[in-house]
Nanobody, 126 residues
Framework: QVQLVESGGRLVQAGGSLRLSCAAS????????MGWFRQAPGKEREVVAV????????HESDSVKGRFTISRDNAKNTVYLQMNDLKPEDTAHYYC???????????????????WGQGTQVTVSS
């Protein structure tokens, strides 16, 4: 069964840190580009960070650059999102997703991703 399961979301104070994890199963993890996305109430889902097959290349959105870091462990079939210096505007439901594509322009669009997890809630209090 193809599956992505996120964990690690919780309530945290502004300035704090969290690490989200996303465990993959049912497909060849190392052959898929991985991404983290978020959706706040009343807003569209947006890309947060993307990582290449072997982790050698990453992209972070301007809103999180310098604060969030995406990484992956192909031996554990897991992708991570380390979030530091959290702000109230980071409050959202966070999703991981997998894409069979490697074209970076396409990877910044939601349509590139075939497999999605159910997400984990991150709430940052001021």
């Amino acid at each position: 069964q193809v599956q992505l399961v996120e964990s690690g979301g919780r309530l945290v104070q502004a300035g704090g840190s969290l690490r989200l994890s996303c465990a993959a199963s049912g497909f060849t993890f190392s052959s898929w580009t991985m991404g983290w996305f978020r959706q706040a109430p009343g807003k569209e889902r947006e890309v947060v960070a993307v990582i290449s097959l072997l982790g050698g290349r990453t992209h972070e959105s301007d809103s999180v650059k310098g604060r969030f870091t995406i990484s992956r462990d192909n031996a554990k079939n897991t992708v991570y999102l380390q979030m530091n210096d959290l702000k109230p505007e980071d409050t959202a439901h966070y999703y991981c997703a997998a894409s069979p594509l490697t074209d970076w322009r396409a990877l910044l669009t939601l349509d590139a991703y075939n497999i999605w997890g159910q997400g984990t809630q991150v709430t940052v209090s001021s």
